[in-house]
């Protein structure tokens, strides 16, 4: 056998890992040369459905993660310690380190990346995002002559798998998650899913690929779905649009205001539930299906689209990420850093306020049945420079009347103070949703 694995988790991926590697055949070649030499769990006495090796379980990651014999640690338990230790310390033993982990990885790529430098190791993480769509490689290397100008992302199979079975069939929200559960989808705390974190963590990652610097995690403006009503897919499906949890990263054209300098481009990068058109490639991609649409100079825009959770496809990118590693392995006496494979980036990139975007929004008002309430909405949006491209009353309930507007391009920071001021007029109830549109 030629390389050892240290396969740090047995659960949804690492079961679904393992697998692949017992199982070589009809695979490539390369794949008879890894060995499952250790791997490291939390509870040993748990049942199993995969026969492993003897003697292989251990619950001491630490021993495997330090483990002379092993070439490659695999981390797969997720959360971010033991997980961030466990990586450095297989680092500081001179593994490489492969990684779904995309907490760990938003937090601490840049201790992780610097250390794994320092020691002259790879870190990889194709799984990390969009599970078995290979989009870490596609940034990395193939889109590597390109610009890249924007990412719009579905990231999140749970939340995708949500919103398309409330779409389709008026599914109830805690039901439709307990499924997404059951089937290995969502993370340990479903919050990280729901409230649009891991999509956070996800853009995060994609952004600094795609951008060439670093990103705070703290700079990501992130809503999730929990708002999201039957009502707002209903009038979003009759106004011609989905609503989807899109995770965007976009060049801003912007410079900054110090020096005007074009170097200093910002980024504007944010989650959150929106409004696409039907017509839009995004619009189409349901269940826990993900896609990364991609917009570079010259290639235009591209999309990858795949499974982005779940057994399988998640370790169809871990190993793909193992074997890109053993090959540098068995070609290289001694492993110097690929430049197509490693991370070097040394600047944080500099992100746009959100009140500076430009953007679509629809907002439901629930308003009193006062003559001229759609009147003073107009007005106050003109006040503030919101142009609306529609504005219609979708129904009565009670003595309170429902409307719904949807505007152009506007700013984000002129549309949040008319909305501030509309909420303090007498004859609005309540602003019962505002999303952004696509
Ligand atoms: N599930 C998915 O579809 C996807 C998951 N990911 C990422 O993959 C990683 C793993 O996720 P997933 O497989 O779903 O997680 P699971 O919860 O299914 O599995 C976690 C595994 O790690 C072990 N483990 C957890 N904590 C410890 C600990 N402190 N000490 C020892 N062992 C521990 C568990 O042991 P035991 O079995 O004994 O409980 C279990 O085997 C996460 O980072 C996740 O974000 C990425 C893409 C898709
Ligand atoms: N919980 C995540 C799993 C993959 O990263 C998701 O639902 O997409
Ligand atoms: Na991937």
Redesign the pocket.
């Known amino acids: 056998m030629g390389f050892k694995i240290g396969l740090?988790?047995?659960?949804?991926?690492?079961?679904?890992t393992a697998e692949i590697l017992l199982s070589p055949d009809g695979r490539h070649p390369l794949l008879q040369e890894l060995e499952i030499y250790r791997v490291?769990?939390?509870?040993?006495s748990?049942p199993?459905s995969l026969q492993l090796p003897e003697n292989v379980l251990t619950?001491d990651?630490e021993a495997i993660a330090t483990d002379p014999e092993v070439d490659i640690v695999v981390?797969?338990?997720?959360?971010l310690?033991?997980?961030r230790s466990l990586i450095l310390q297989a680092i500081a033993s001179g593994k490489h380190v492969v990684?779904?982990?995309?907490?760990?990885i938003s937090r601490y790529g840049e201790e992780i990346f610097e250390a794994a430098n320092a020691k002259g190791v790879y870190i990889m993480l194709e799984?990390?995002v969009g599970?078995g769509i290979p989009v870490i490689q596609t940034l990395k290397q193939s889109l590597g002559a390109n610009r890249i100008q924007t990412v719009i992302g579905i990231v999140n199979?749970t939340t995708n798998y949500i919103l398309t079975r409330m779409q389709t069939e008026g599914a109830d929200f805690a039901e439709v998650l307990a499924d997404a559960q059951q089937l290995?989808?969502?993370?340990?705390d479903p919050a990280?899913d729901v409230d649009g974190l891991?999509a956070a963590d996800k853009i995060a990652i994609l952004a600094s690929l795609a951008f060439g610097g670093r990103i705070k995690l703290a700079d990501v403006y992130c809503e999730g779905i929990r708002q999201v009503t039957a009502s707002d897919i209903d009038y979003a499906d009759k106004l011609g649009f989905v609503i989807k949890l899109l995770a965007i990263a976009q060049k801003n054209c912007q410079t900054t205001e110090e020096n005007g300098d074009k170097e200093n481009e910002l980024i504007s990068i944010r989650v959150h539930p929106t409004c696409v058109s039907k017509t839009h490639p995004l619009a189409s991609v349901n269940g826990v299906y993900n896609a990364i649409l991609v917009e570079g100079e010259p290639i235009g825009q591209l999309m990858l689209y795949g499974r982005?959770?779940?057994?399988g496809?998640?370790a169809s990118?871990v190993v793909s990420d193992i074997m890109n590693i053993a090959a540098i392995l068995k070609t290289e006496t001694v492993p110097i850093p690929h430049p197509l494979l490693s991370c070097n980036h040394q600047h944080y990139c500099q992100i746009a306020k959100m009140e500076e975007l430009v953007t679509r929004f629809y907002a439901r008002f629930l308003t009193r049945d006062t003559p001229g309430v759609i009147g003073k909405l107009g007005t106050c949006f003109g006040n503030h420079k919101v142009s609306l491209q529609s504005v219609v009353q979708t129904g009565i309930h009670g003595d309170l009347v429902e409307i719904v507007v949807v505007s152009h391009d506007v700013k984000e920071g002129n549309f949040q103070q008319a909305i501030a001021e509309i909420r303090a007029m007498e004859s609005i109830h309540s602003i019962a949703s505002i999303l952004r549109v696509l």
């Open positions: 740090l988790g047995l659960g949804t991926v690492g079961a679904g490291g769990v939390r509870d040993i748990r199993r619950s990651l981390e797969l338990i997720g959360g310690e033991p997980a990684t779904a982990n995309k907490a760990v799984a990390a599970g199979g290995g989808y969502a993370e340990a990280a891991d982005g959770a779940g057994a496809p998640t990118a």
